[in-house]
């Protein structure tokens, strides 16, 4: 098994289901291509993996579990991995989906400060904060959180890639290989990750936190001498002070660096407990997808495929990504929301709910109107308009009953439709 395989755009793997396109970039594990799936006809971005990888067995099937655990992440802001390809002479890649835009590594380059501001930053820290809850809620941690793994695709969406990937392979790699450490990138790694602990959401929280601080101030939190010692005993100097040694002018609001450095605290306790209590405490937090549109996306995920033949779309200028309106998640908060005031995207549950309420109080609605137009006599109702309603509701009290408990149903509806509202607002 040879090392560096030339891989050529043109070229077929898997019995001719992918065609390599172009090379989009090479990482810690090897290269990333660009490919068709001539199966499903979209493109795809392949992950090949190193010889060292391919060539343990214990390493392949630990990856394979961790494929599988992460193919049922089902998230907007996730880079969806789809296989595990192993083919017969020995070449192995991770299908996963293509985002056609650049990483925020590459974008924080490009940049003349060589820092991105906060208000190109906020919409994209609440899709980051939305992905990172979802996975943590489903039990999966990223352990490799860090700007080279998060990419903004051509509509302005935060995509974050490798999930649980590339920690597994960096884990495996550690094993046959001196020059690997553990799981991760050093400088994005929490005290616990470097100590080698049983990885958790605190240790996304703190590289979060790394990342955030490395857009924001252009530098690392520990950038030069021993990084592992100053990571595991040192407090990161504070980002406003950063951004004063270095004389770099980038505003950051002091509730973000205040985040940032809570992120970066030694003690997972003294870090936010949750992504969505971060994206709480800088005001994007961001609507929680239901199970219902999860189904909606996966459903018509097909239908919204880029063609293969369109290249990368290239970075355009920094202007803070907007939502669109036919996009329903992710969508981007202008303001920070006051929590409990029912913003929510109603779950299936509620939709439903709504749907049965209001089409039934459309129907007593009519009713009313109907049964009052055809059991109401027509004097009566000249004489209710000359303000004798005593004397209407003497005469008509028999033919009034029905048009009462009717109005009295409707009547208890409303009240109780608005005492669960209220209910589940104060709640
Ligand atoms: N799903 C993807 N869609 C499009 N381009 C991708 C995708 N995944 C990776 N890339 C591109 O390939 C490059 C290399 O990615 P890779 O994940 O191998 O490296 P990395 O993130 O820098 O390091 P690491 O190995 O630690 O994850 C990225 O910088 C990015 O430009
Ligand atoms: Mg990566």
């Known amino acids: 098994m040879s090392e560096a395989i030339p891989w050529q755009p043109q070229q077929t793997l898997a019995r001719g289901r992918f065609v390599l396109v172009n090379r989009l970039g090479r990482g810690g594990m090897g290269e990333v291509w660009l490919a068709s799936d001539e199966r499903l006809r979209e493109p795809v971005a392949l992950k090949f993996l190193p010889p060292e990888i391919r060539g343990d067995p214990g390493a392949l099937d630990d990856l394979r579990r961790e494929t599988a655990r992460c193919h049922k992440l089902s998230h907007p802001n996730i880079v969806r991995i789809h296989d595990l390809h192993e083919d017969a002479d020995g070449t192995a890649f991770i299908v996963m989906e293509y985002v056609d835009g650049p990483t925020l590594a590459a974008l924080r380059l490009k940049q003349r400060s060589r820092v991105l501001s906060w208000d190109y930053l906020r919409p994209l820290v609440g899709q980051l904060c939305a992905a990172l809850e979802y996975a943590h809620g489903e039990k999966v941690i990223h352990r490799d959180l860090k700007p080279a793994n998060l990419m903004v695709d051509s509509r302005g969406r935060l995509k974050l890639a490798d999930f649980g990937i590339a920690a ?19 400088p994005y790694m929490s005290p616990q990750q470097v100590r080698g602990q049983r990885p958790q959401a605190a240790d996304d929280i703190y590289a979060l936190g790394a990342t955030l601080y490395e857009l924001l101030t252009g530098s690392l939190p520990f950038y030069s001498g021993d990084i592992t010692h100053q990571v595991l005993h040192e407090a990161p100097e504070p980002v406003d002070e950063r951004l004063a040694v270095l004389e770099i002018e980038n505003s950051v609001p002091l509730e973000v660096s205040a985040m940032v450095m809570a992120c970066l605290a030694k003690e997972p306790g003294q870090r936010p407990q949750s992504a969505g209590a971060v994206a709480g405490r800088v005001g994007v937090l961001e609507s929680r997808a239901s199970p219902y549109e999860a189904l909606e996306k996966s459903v018509f995920s097909n239908t919204e495929a880029t063609s293969v033949a369109a290249p990368p779309s290239k970075p355009g200028p920094l202007a803070a990504p907007v939502s669109r309106g036919t996009d329903r998640f992710p969508r981007v908060e202008k303001a920070p929301r006051k929590p409990g005031l029912g913003h929510e995207i109603p779950s299936r549950d509620e939709a439903w709910w709504s749907v ?72």
């Open 168 to 186: 597994v392979v960096s884990d495996s790699m550690s094993r046959v290989s001196v020059h690997h450490l553990t799981s991760g990138t050093l």
């Open 356 to 427: 049965v309420v209001s089409t039934t109080l459309g129907y007593l609605f009519f009713l009313t109107l109907f049964v009052g137009w055809i059991t109401w006599p027509k004097e009566d109702v000249v004489r209710y308009w000359e303000s004798n309603w005593t004397k209407l509701q003497l005469e008509t009290a028999g033919q009034l009953w029905l048009w009462k408990v009717v109005l009295s149903l409707w009547l208890l509806f409303i009240l109780l439709v608005t005492a669960r509202r209220f209910w589940r607002r104060w709640k």
